[in-house]
């Protein structure tokens, strides 16, 4: 079987354009929380020496209070999912309604097609929403870890306090 390569690219280059509208919305809410994720990756990547409780006791509450933030803009953007939602479902049932004619189909494809737009909207903003509540589930996994490794260093410190007693 072979695919036809115009869908394809057709696929792709529609794809890239809603990927890039995605991109800035979740850009929009995370901004200061992903440079800073990225910012640790990088510095983490280079190599560098083994990061102090304190670092990691800083690194853990800058984190949680961008999550913090990042909790009510993700019900923001909830919010505007619920919004776009219904404003193409209005619309929908009015095309519905009032402007198409003939059978069932007929009308339910004439309102399907005069509601591209908003139905755009509404997956960008329902992709935004749930690549957002990613970043917050693995943000607050990251967290933990620092925690863990906090936990960890503050019982080997204790060890080594007793063992050279």
Do not use: C, H, P, W
């Not at 560098?48 to 800083?58: A, G, R």
Request: charged letters at 30%.
């Amino acid at each position: 079987m072979e695919i036809n390569t115009d869908i394809m690219n057709r696929v792709e280059t529609d794809s890239k354009l809603i990927d890039d509208v995605v991109d800035k919305v979740v850009k929009k809410y995370t901004g200061s929380l992903e440079e800073y994720v990225d910012s640790v990756k990088t510095f983490l990547e280079n190599g560098v020496d083994e990061l102090t409780v304190t670092d990691l006791n800083n690194m853990s509450l800058r984190i949680a209070s961008y999550l913090f933030f990042l909790s009510s803009n993700l019900e923001k953007v909830g919010i505007r999912q619920a919004v776009s939602e219904q404003v193409r479902n209005e619309k929908y049932n009015y095309e519905y309604s009032n402007n198409a004619k003939g059978t069932i189909a007929d009308k339910q494809s004439f309102a399907q097609e005069q509601v591209k737009e908003e139905t755009l909207v509404n997956i960008i903003f329902d992709k935004s929403y749930k690549i957002l509540k990613m970043r917050y589930a693995a943000t607050d996994k990251l967290v933990d870890v620092i925690k863990k490794i906090i936990s960890a260093r503050l019982s080997e410190q204790q060890l080594t306090r007793k063992v050279d007693m």
